[in-house]
């Protein structure tokens, strides 16, 4: 299982998820162990395979993530884990 995460929607997500399979899954963060949450808002794509993930990341909708979180403003990080 290989999951994708992104801390910001993007509008693009269903036409990614819909295309590889994908579950994508989103959420107002509500807190933190020690002090405030670094981010308000998580999202996350997991994906059955990485070649799920491959077609994915090849695609015009993938690209527009970023650029669409670039466009919100907002301080983000994609991370891309392997889940066991």
Known sequence: MLSFTIEILSPSSAAISSRTGATFR???????????P???????????DR?????????EEFMATGKDAMEMGGRFHVLFADLA
């Open 51 to 59: 070649d799920a993930f491959k077609e994915a990341a090849r695609s």
């Open 38 to 48: 670094a981010f308000a808002y998580y999202a996350e794509w997991e994906f059955p």
């Open 26 to 36: 989103h959420g107002k963060v509500f807190g933190a162990p020690m002090g405030e």
